[in-house]
């Protein structure tokens, strides 16, 4: 299966851990998108690198958070010092470079801060 | 920004019923639409997507969905659906890779 994959699928944590995400996007793509996903709601936009350089965060993105492409294929979000309102389901995507390309998504890694 | 509201956030039918999921976007430029669908614990599939040309898009599996430009809208429709059509169907419009996503329709099937 060549789609996007991440990992873990599931986390528990305590309030005030850090944790780290890891997603491997489809490997031709150059774009990888993250975002969060609330009950109830749609995926809200997070940040989005294009091969290695992050071109965009959004202002949910507190100092809290930081992701990195090292080497323009995987991404890893961390998350430091977590707060119970952090408890979302974290999505990856990824897509060519091109607008109007269709965003592939990877099953989602879901929080729950205790 | 462009925006997505999706008019419904749950609709019930049943089986072999027709559906229409409704979604209307807002923007002041062209814009690229897409309905994405959500099982439970799993991410977004595409469903289908319209980026120009005819207005009335379709999928694999008997979806589809119209552009109307002068109602700035995107409802999706299925004349039949089926048990395992149960799911979270999403809206999302995109605009120089930035996407945004309505709130989400939850249909749910019924026998």
């Known amino acids: 299966d060549t789609g996007v994959s991440q990992d873990p699928r599931h986390k528990i944590t305590k309030r005030g851990q850090n944790v780290t995400f890891r997603c491997d996007p489809i490997?031709?793509?150059?774009?990888l998108y993250w975002y969060r996903q609330t009950l109830g709601q749609g995926p809200e936009f997070l940040t989005y690198?294009?091969?290695?350089?992050?071109?965009?965060k959004s202002r949910l993105l507190s100092d809290r958070f930081s992701a990195e492409r090292p080497k323009g294929s995987f991404s890893t979000l961390e998350i430091q010092r977590t707060e119970q309102g952090d408890s979302a389901m974290y999505l990856c995507?990824?897509?060519?470079?091109?607008?109007?390309?269709?965003?592939?998504f990877g099953p989602g890694t879901r929080l729950l801060v205790l | 920004a462009q925006s997505v509201t999706q008019l419904d956030s749950q609709v019930p039918v049943f089986e072999e019923a027709p559906v229409e999921l409704r979604c209307n976007y807002s923007?002041?430029?062209?814009?690229?639409l897409f309905w994405y669908v959500q099982y439970p614990n799993q991410g977004l599939q595409l469903l289908l997507k319209?980026?120009?040309?005819?207005?009335l898009v379709e999928s694999i599996n008997g979806f589809e969905a119209e552009f109307n430009k002068s109602q700035t809208s995107f409802h999706l429709r299925k004349p039949s659906v089926h048990i395992s059509d149960t799911a979270e169907y999403f809206c999302a419009v995109s605009l120089a890779n930035d996407m945004r996503f309505g709130a989400g329709t939850r249909l749910t099937v019924k026998p």
């Open positions: 690198f294009q091969n290695e350089a992050q071109l965009e």
């Open positions: 490997s031709e793509h150059n774009r």
């Open positions: 923007s002041s430029v062209s814009v690229y």
């Open positions: 995507a990824s897509s060519f470079l091109a607008e109007g390309e269709t965003q592939y």
């Open positions: 319209y980026l120009s040309g005819s207005t």
